[in-house]
């Protein structure tokens, strides 16, 4: 079936360290990826996207890297700061004109002052 | 910045009652979709509207699921006869075409069923 995962549950960084968060997805045929920002009671927010004819995308101070190859995607954020503390979920777009998005399970950040 | 807005923002009602969420796409999208968040689960696709019919849904949205457009500002939906298993978050997102594909969400709606 579809599925779309995370590597990790929980990250832990030093806050001003960089995180990486990772993201394996499952349909090779997916042409458009997102990562969402998740705050406890809050709904998901739009960090930083990417199409598959890309493999890297730079936004402020986060990074998205895309490989087709392994079907892997990551999502890097520098200087990492106390309100980066959040649930991160990947999200995949497989081909189609309905724009249904499948999410990951999600990442929890912590950062530690 | 345009937001797109939920309410009400809890809602506990009885199982087999029926309950109705509320949503206020950002104005000029034109893409709306419902995903629902079991605690502590990851985000779920429900369903997809365009021009004023649904587009895509999932397994999930069976039978005692709706959605309706009823003015040009209010996305809703509807579960006619709740059971315990539809407690959850419950998130409206909106789209503004499809070479435009971001995503937004609103707060969501806490349903809970008892």
């Known amino acids: 079936g579809e599925s779309v995962g995370l590597h990790l549950p929980t990250l832990s960084v030093q806050e001003g360290d960089n995180s990486i968060i990772n993201c394996a997805y499952s349909n090779s045929a997916s042409d458009y990826f997102i990562w969402y920002k998740q705050e406890s009671g809050k709904g998901p927010q739009f960090i930083i996207d990417?199409?598959?004819?890309?493999d890297k995308r730079q936004g402020q101070r986060v990074t998205v890297l895309l490989n087709k190859t392994v079907k892997h995607l990551s999502l890097q954020i520098a200087a990492t700061q106390p309100g980066d503390s959040a649930v991160y979920f990947c999200a995949e777009k497989p081909p189609s004109n309905t724009g249904k998005l499948i999410f990951g399970q999600g990442t929890t950040l912590q950062v530690k002052p | 910045e345009p937001e797109v807005t939920q309410t009400p923002s809890h809602q506990v009602t009885q199982m087999g009652q029926e309950v109705i969420l509320r949503c206020v796409p950002i104005?000029?999208?034109?893409?709306f979709y419902w995903y629902r968040q079991i605690l502590g689960q990851k985000v779920e696709f429900l369903v997809s509207f365009y021009n004023n019919e649904i587009s895509e849904k999932s397994e999930i949205f069976d039978d005692q699921f709706s959605v309706e457009r009823p003015d040009g500002s209010n996305f809703t939906l509807k579960i006619r006869s709740t059971k315990l298993e539809d407690s959850a978050m419950y998130f409206c997102a909106s789209s503004p075409r499809t070479d435009q594909e971001t995503q937004y969400f609103g707060p969501g709606t806490r349903l809970l069923v008892l």
């Open positions: 990417i199409r598959s004819n890309m």
């Open positions: 104005s000029n999208h034109l893409y």
